[in-house]
């Protein structure tokens, strides 16, 4: 919880900082004070439930091609060195920081709060947050953990992020792609953030560095997923790409919610990273996803929305700015949170993809050679964005369901989770919430309720003992019955009027894996490479 207490921050820090004695510092500031401060500065208004709504500007989502890490002696020769790890100079990481605070010296006022990750005690990172505006703070006390006050006397940052949306590089002569940039430095242990009001990097620029040192430093399996425990204290996992519904179904009202997006695994449990949740409202309803939608209220944070016209009332139909838009809230807006946020070892693991081509089964079993191969995978299949005539889905594959954020080889972490699902004799299940019946266009989304019949009868040991059925291409194994469950919807093959088509479509989703996952093939097990769908 935010403390409520004054505390000043010392004029040392600020000359170590970096930072003018002149400028005014708001530190530590709780969410009340930082809505009305944002809305005093014309930033943002209140909607109808009280939730601060605001607009990130010229991005409303990450930038991944503007994402740096500092290449030096540290990360030469254990970065993975990709299109999602980008690397850059020294000279020039420290070169654009005091550009950065130079510019940040002009203002007349700055935000800063002290926060940590890992809720787990033995793996706590200290981080300071230089914010150049309010509501950016107000996202930094809503994502990461919140100190107490005893805490917060004796603070020492592990890391530091300072970000200034209003900063521009000069590309030319900063040496990075365009005017914004988030670099991350492992020597220094900052994070530099400008030219981009979008709060996700400071949330992803933490989450890529502690993908870096939990599993390469401290033996911890970082995962992009989200979290839940039940009465009993079994675990489930939900891994899956932005859109596949790890927020919404991991936020299930009869289980206690551990998080919904970064979490590490140890020998005896699993541990949320942060202190809040960071979930999509597009198209969001109180019937659907009634725990999310209670969330805006007074200390949210709300962004890139629309609103009725007249009214303070969000449209949530509404993708006139994006159709990212986004709540920021704390993890204890959320009636069955789960306080601290750590749990025992996982029972389940659900990988989730939102298939626009129809082809995958809604619930499978996967052996744990198929776990390995569609977790390297990580597949979703996206619909077409608003381009006029283009409605063919797009197949995406991201390593791990989190490439971008992953500084180690994909393999690293491949590894680690075999040999945890192995140890641990996890459930493994691959959950289709996209389409049935038809790809877009033609078939229909796969209705929520269904969507949670299926992972409660999985979590409740209601399909342990039913009749299995292996896909004729992919080779998951499909419970021919579900309780809550129409049994035709089951088997894909079968809910698609032309059976051919269904075929033609499977084996050409099928080439698609087989072509991607040929940049892993040599090196994976024999056991993982006798996963891939058949294409012949």
């Not at 626009?356 to 996206?382: C, D, E, R």
């Amino acid at each position: 919880m935010s403390t409520t207490k004054t505390f000043q921050f010392p004029k040392q820090k600020l000359i170590d900082l970096g930072i003018s004695e002149k400028t005014t510092i708001h530190y530590q500031l709780d969410p009340e004070q930082l809505a009305e401060q944002a809305i005093l500065r014309n930033q943002g208004v209140l909607n109808d439930t009280g939730a601060l709504c605001i607009n990130t500007g010229e991005f409303t989502g990450r930038s991944p091609l503007d994402k740096f890490i500092v290449k030096d002696e540290i990360t030469e020769n254990t970065i993975h060195w990709n299109n999602f790890n980008i690397p850059f100079a020294e000279e020039d990481f420290l070169n654009l920081k005091t550009k950065l605070l130079n510019h940040l010296n002009t203002k007349d006022e700055i935000w800063i709060r002290d926060a940590y990750a890992c809720a787990d005690p033995n793996y706590r990172l200290n981080i300071r947050i230089v914010n150049e505006l309010p509501w950016s703070n107000l996202f930094a006390n809503n994502m990461f953990l919140r100190p107490n006050e005893n805490e917060l006397e004796n603070f020492k940052p592990d890391w530091h992020i300072i970000q200034s949306p209003s900063f521009k590089a000069n590309a030319s002569i900063d040496k990075t792609r365009q005017h914004n940039f988030a670099i991350a430095s492992f020597k220094h242990k900052t994070i530099i953030i400008g030219g981009t009001g979008y709060t996700g990097e400071m949330k992803k620029g933490i989450f890529t560095i502690l993908n870096y040192i939990l599993p390469h430093d401290k033996g911890v399996l970082s995962m992009h997923c989200s979290a839940n425990m039940g009465n009993d204290g079994d675990v489930a996992v939900f891994f899956g790409l932005s859109g596949t519904g790890k927020t919404t179904l991991s936020a299930d009202s009869n289980r206690k919610l551990i998080g919904d997006d970064e979490h590490g695994w140890t020998k005896d449990s699993i541990f949320n990273f942060e202190g809040g949740c960071y979930a999509k409202v597009i198209d969001l309803s109180e019937e659907k996803e009634p725990e999310i939608y209670k969330a805006i209220r007074p200390g949210a944070l709300v962004e890139n929305v629309g609103f009725i016209k007249g009214t303070n009332k969000i449209d949530f139909a509404d993708k006139s700015i994006t159709e990212n838009t986004r709540v920021s809230y704390p993890l204890d807006f959320i009636s069955n949170a789960q306080e601290p946020s750590i749990g025992g070892l996982p029972k389940n693991i659900f990988f989730l993809t939102c298939d626009a081509y129809g082809v995958l089964p809604p619930i499978s079993k996967l052996t744990p050679g198929q776990a390995m191969y569609q977790f390297i995978s990580g597949y979703t299949a996206k619909v077409a964005g608003t381009e006029a005539g283009v409605s063919e889905p797009k197949a995406t594959f991201s390593a791990c369901f989190g490439a971008p954020f992953l500084p180690l080889h994909p393999g690293f972490y491949a590894k680690m989770l075999g040999e945890k699902m192995k140890e641990n004799k996890v459930n493994v299940w691959m959950i289709n919430t996209g389409w049935s019946g038809g790809s877009y266009g033609v078939g229909k989304r796969m209705k929520l309720p269904f969507t949670r019949a299926m992972i409660t009868a999985a979590l409740n040991g209601d399909l342990d003992n039913v009749q299995y059925i292996a896909h004729e291409i992919f080779g998951m194994l499909m419970p021919v019955s579900c309780p809550q469950v129409p049994k035709e919807i089951l088997h894909p093959r079968y809910t698609w009027a032309n059976r051919d088509e269904y075929d033609v479509a499977a084996k050409k989703l099928a080439n698609m894996f087989v072509e991607n996952f040929k940049k892993y093939a040599d090196q994976v097990d024999d056991e993982i490479l006798a996963a891939a769908p058949k294409t012949a």
